[in-house]
């Protein structure tokens, strides 16, 4: 029976980049489907049991992007069998397991894909072999995510800065006979390539060496265009007998590598701003719970808390687990999860959220889902899988950026050829086909799609709406009638009086009349 991950994909920087890794992922024996978000930074996948999880992760770098991993090490009583290892290599997403016999503590390290198991399930697993596994650590990260954001954003100021020094020095008249100010021009411009540049060549680079073209390629292009052409102009003009002096493109160059870092820090900011949501629902489950083991009560970390646990939640406490009161009364607020914003009273024999909080009274609450199993878990995972699906606008604005470079490459180059053709003129030629690259760069439709439907759905997730699918969303607009089965759900969330009502012949003086409107008895 097929099954579905949200895996992370490092390295992308395009709408182009993410159809680039959904055609890697497809030709992987055993991938039914796979559908890749730029903007969420989630690849989509749907594979036969028995996929080999290493072979959809060396595709991926093959096509020079990263599925992110992340690492766990257990401590066990003994160390772990021949057996035991096999079958943990063999577990969906396990990439690697390394086991260490030595020291006063047996280990074994873990290395998996991100989106496939978890730490938990992992431990439960080694449990079950009989190993009272406990982490050493917390699991991390094999490779940070966001380390190119500000990175982004420091390059873009400083060439911008800069390309404001290098306009002045090649566009103001009283500076551009001055050879000084030309050569001051080409100086700055060159260090703004190899500070702010160097990035977008070395993944335009990459992507030649593969064959492929992403909006890297257009950028460095146009940069690398403007640049060559006014270094060759400058060189020419510094010879003896030459003509005028000439124009110069070199604010053009560091303009283009500038703003095209700007943008990146805004899309890296947006996108944060679409996973944001995801996140925040995450966390609504505590780090610790208190449970009781032995007659005691012990805190213990989450991820240690097992089915069958008896759990106490205590006033302000969010419920960590999904279970059943066996002892105690309290009221708990589930707007986060129901959107009711009443809070509901539970007593024994109640099922009660992880997530929810206990506004008052004591609970004592025996688990009976824990983990990936919980309900916010699955919330959670639901609106990963729906930020990873793509509607039918999304699937042509990709089939459009799959073929977008290589299009405006071709544009560009007729461009040059026709002016040159036409004019004789190679000059204006190269300022032509720059000018193709550098507009078309950006690549518009393949970057504000996905991002827009992201945006979109965190907004809707942080107002309570979870959507199963982005489809689902796209499909919204020909609504025309909503049916709810309570009221509770559309409400402020605050709990207010409106109106009041008083009986024939009662006496109202022991209420604040002035504070609440009064009106007639409704037949």
């Not at 995450?282 to 449970?291: E, I």
């Not at 213990?300 to 009161?325: K, S, Y």
Request: net charge neutral; proline share 5%; with cysteine.
């Amino acid at each position: 029976m097929p099954r579905r991950y949200s895996l992370t994909v490092e390295g992308m920087h395009c709408a182009a980049c993410a159809e680039t890794v959904a055609n890697a992922l497809r030709k992987v024996t055993g991938v039914k489907r796979a559908l890749v978000n730029f903007a969420t930074e989630r690849a989509l996948v749907e594979v036969d049991d028995g996929v080999d999880f290493s072979a959809l992760a060396d595709a991926v770098k093959q096509a020079g992007y990263r599925l992110a991993t992340r690492t766990v090490t257990f401590a066990l009583p003994q160390p772990l069998n021949d057996e035991n290892l096999r079958a943990l290599q063999a577990m969906a997403g396990v990439l690697a397991v390394e086991r260490n016999a030595t020291g006063a503590t047996p280990t074994v390290t873990i290395r998996y894909l991100d989106g496939t198991v978890s730490r938990h399930e992992l431990r439960q697993r080694l449990q079950a072999w009989g190993y009272d596994a406990q982490p050493l650590e917390a699991e991390s990260p094999e490779k940070p995510m966001r380390e190119e954001a500000q990175a982004f954003w420091q390059r873009a100021w400083v060439g911008l800065a800069l390309s404001f020094i290098i306009m002045a020095l090649t566009m103001l008249p009283s500076l551009t006979h001055r050879a000084w100010a030309s050569w001051g021009a080409f100086a700055l411009t060159t260090f703004v390539l190899l500070w702010v540049g160097t990035p977008f060549f070395r993944r335009a680079l990459t992507a030649a060496l593969r064959r492929t073209a992403t909006m890297d390629t257009l950028v460095s292009i146009g940069a690398l265009s403007a640049y060559a052409y006014s270094t060759w102009s400058l060189a020419h003009w510094s010879l003896p007998h030459s003509s005028s002096p000439p124009h110069l493109y070199f604010d053009s160059a560091a303009f283009i590598l500038s703003a095209i870092s700007l943008g990146k820090g805004l899309e890296a900011r947006a996108r944060a701003l679409a996973t944001a949501s995801l996140r925040r629902l995450v966390s609504l489950l505590p780090a610790t719970a208190t449970v009781i083991r032995d007659g005691l009560e012990q805190q213990v970390a989450l991820e240690a808390v097992q089915v069958g646990d008896l759990v106490l939640v205590r006033v302000g406490e969010r419920v960590p687990v999904d279970g059943t009161v066996v002892a105690g009364k309290g009221s708990v607020d589930e707007s986060l999860l129901t959107g009711e914003s009443e809070p509901v009273v539970k007593g024994e024999g109640d099922e009660v959220l992880g997530g929810s909080v206990c506004v008052d009274g004591f609970l004592q609450v025996e688990a009976l889902r824990v983990g990936e199993a919980t309900f916010v878990a699955q919330m959670a995972r639901l609106m990963d899988e729906a930020q990873a699906t793509k509607p039918a606008m999304q699937r042509l604005a990709d089939k459009v950026a799959a073929v977008f470079v290589p299009i405006v490459l071709s544009l560009a180059a007729a461009t040059f050829f026709g002016w040159l053709i036409v004019t004789g003129d190679a000059a204006k030629g190269l300022i032509a086909a720059v000018s193709v690259t550098v507009i078309a760069c950006p690549c518009a439709m393949g970057l504000a799609t996905p991002t827009a439907i992201a945006v979109a759905l965190g907004r809707l997730a942080q107002k309570g709406i979870l959507v199963r699918n982005a489809e689902a969303m796209e499909k919204a607009a020909s609504i025309t009638t909503v049916i709810l089965d309570k009221t509770g759900t559309v409400t402020e969330g605050q709990m207010r009086v409106v109106a009041l009502w008083a009986a024939a012949n009662s006496s109202l003086t022991h209420l604040p009349l002035p504070l609440v409107p009064l009106s007639p008895v409704p037949s």
